[in-house]
């Protein structure tokens, strides 16, 4: 299975701080997504990477892909209280056939 | 603009009932998602379409469980009749893409509960 698996699955920090998640996954890809959940609310897309990119930048969101390692990170620089969420990685094989979403990384961000 | 629309956002019925959630993907979007989302199970693919055809229905747990896409604009998970253990939140996505190459939007869910 391509399923990826977040790491860890919590975190708790203050504000301010840097927040990273990892993801791993076990097989060859063709892009790589991570999506956020409010609690209540549906997914929101956060980033896409593609197997051929190593590292993408949206706003405080920094992504990275080692598709040697089958691992991608996420990380959230000077996090806010409004980031606290659910976070999953969803790798997307090459065949396009499947689509799986990890357990998630619960973050907690402390005022 | 409006995103992927679900209705109802709650539902609760007894055990044995059939259950219909609806779904109004976002215009223009060609494929549709339907998940389920448990605490035990977490985020589960049910079924997808593309330009309303079914590509995978592998997800779907059991044959109490159809999904229809009629048209663009609409498509229908039934369950019948209705288990407790298919108490859950299920969302719905769409997208642009007909490869899993574009991010799926997601409704805010229905969130089910069978007595």
């Known amino acids: 299975s391509q399923q990826g698996e977040e790491d860890p699955q919590a975190l708790s920090i203050q504000e301010g701080e840097n927040a990273t998640m990892n993801c791993s996954y076990k097989t060859s890809i063709n892009n790589l997504q991570w999506y956020r959940q409010n609690s209540g609310r549906g997914l929101v897309h956060l980033i896409l990477?593609?197997?051929?990119?190593r590292e993408k930048h949206s706003g405080r969101l920094r992504v990275t892909l080692d598709t040697s390692k089958k691992s991608s990170s996420l990380l959230i620089t000077a996090s806010r209280a409004a980031d606290t969420a659910s976070y999953f990685c969803a790798p997307v094989a090459v065949n396009f056939n499947k689509f799986y979403f990890g357990s998630g990384t619960k973050l907690n961000v402390k005022p | 603009d409006a995103g992927v629309i679900q209705s109802p956002r709650h539902e609760v019925t007894e055990m044995g009932q059939e259950v219909t959630l609806r779904c109004k993907p976002i215009s223009g979007h060609n494929s549709l998602f339907w998940y389920r989302q448990t605490m035990m199970r977490g985020l589960e693919l049910l079924i997808y379409?593309?330009?309303?055809?079914?590509?995978?229905d592998s997800g779907m747990p059991e044959d109490r469980f159809s999904a229809k896409m009629p048209n663009a604009s609409f498509s229908t998970l039934k369950i019948q009749p209705s288990e407790p253990r298919d108490s859950a939140v299920y969302f719905c996505a769409s997208s642009s893409a007909q490869a899993l190459n574009q991010p799926q939007h997601f409704g805010d869910g229905t969130r089910l509960s069978i007595l």
């Open positions: 990477i593609r197997s051929n990119e």
């Open positions: 379409f593309n330009n309303n055809v079914p590509i995978d």
